[in-house]
């Protein structure tokens, strides 16, 4: 709920939060946590009150656009797989577990899947950022990258077989399928919403959004089993945002950023889909 001018309007807070099953009293306590924490700075009382991020929390903000462009250029056919595996490896002392830690989760949150001991697979191209963390952690001489289209693990080496075999898809797949279910309802509720009503649900799109796609490695089609569920919530998200974006919004940032990328999604720009080119 952040607007351009990286504030937040209390009163609105407090009205959306209500929409959404939150008590006054739950507010006050986030507002003072997210203050101590030095997210925010605190101006008025009660509903009269501003909350207006700091630097740290501003730089935070953007939601990672360069993956709503690949999903959705997917998505549309608009890219293709070219069979290439991509492969990290790295073995680091237990002297250095913290550096270590932080190079397994970089792995998964660009949606590799382990295979064994210290080994990574992805269906993208990610070498320039596993190269910038490893460097950032201070193990990129501990860091080994390659790429083949001969790949079998446990058996398995059919590109879709093997896909089901290293990802959860019916996992993600039920994560989708919830996310669907919010899109319909924020997409048959925005014709007679009003303004709170309108942020309350763009908000639990975003949440839902998030959660379904923070764990999804954003596979090609070609790994995928077919029709593929996130395909199909994506389609009803954008036909949300397009709905949103064409109502008086509130200047709120996140809401900017993805009617944005929606916009340029659906009119099919063509641009170069890749994950993103840092950590």
């Known amino acids: 709920m952040i607007r351009e001018d990286a504030t937040i309007d209390a009163g609105e807070l407090y009205d959306v939060a209500a929409a959404l099953g939150m008590t006054d009293q739950q507010v006050r306590l986030c507002i003072k946590r997210v203050v101590a924490e030095g997210l925010f700075t605190h101006e008025g009382r009660g509903r009269k009150a501003v909350l207006r991020a700091t630097e740290d929390t501003r730089a935070a903000l953007a939601p990672e656009l360069d993956y709503l462009r690949l999903m959705y250029a997917q998505d549309r056919r608009q890219v293709s797989w070219d069979g290439t595996w991509h492969l990290a490896a790295f073995a680091v002392p237990e002297t250095d577990r913290t ?44 860091l080994t ?66 959660r379904a796609h923070d764990p999804d490695p954003l596979l090609p089609p070609e790994l995928l089993p077919q029709p593929w569920a996130g395909a199909a919530a994506r389609a009803v998200v954008a036909e949300c945002w397009a709905a949103l974006d064409a109502t008086p919004l509130p200047p709120i940032r996140l809401f900017r950023w993805y009617a944005e990328a929606v ?17």
């Not at 949150?109 to 490893?134: D, F, K, T």
């Open 263 to 279: 916009a340029e999604i659906t009119t099919g720009a063509q641009t170069e889909h890749r994950l993103p080119a840092t950590p």
């Open 145 to 210: 990258t390659l790429r083949t289209d001969d790949l079998a693990v446990g058996g398995f080496a059919e590109a879709r077989e093997l896909a089901a075999h290293l990802w959860p898809l019916d996992r993600l797949a039920a994560g989708h399928e919830r996310l669907l279910g919010i899109a319909e309802h924020v997409r048959s509720a925005l014709p007679t919403a009003d303004a709170t009503e309108r942020i309350t649900l763009a908000i639990a799109l975003v949440a839902e959004f998030d």
């Open 99 to 142: 550096a270590r830690d932080a190079m397994r989760n970089t792995l998964v949150e660009l949606g590799g899947a382990p295979i064994q001991g210290g080994l990574y697979v992805s269906a993208h191209p990610w070498e320039e950022r596993i190269r910038a963390a490893a460097s950032e952690f201070g193990i990129a001489g501990n």
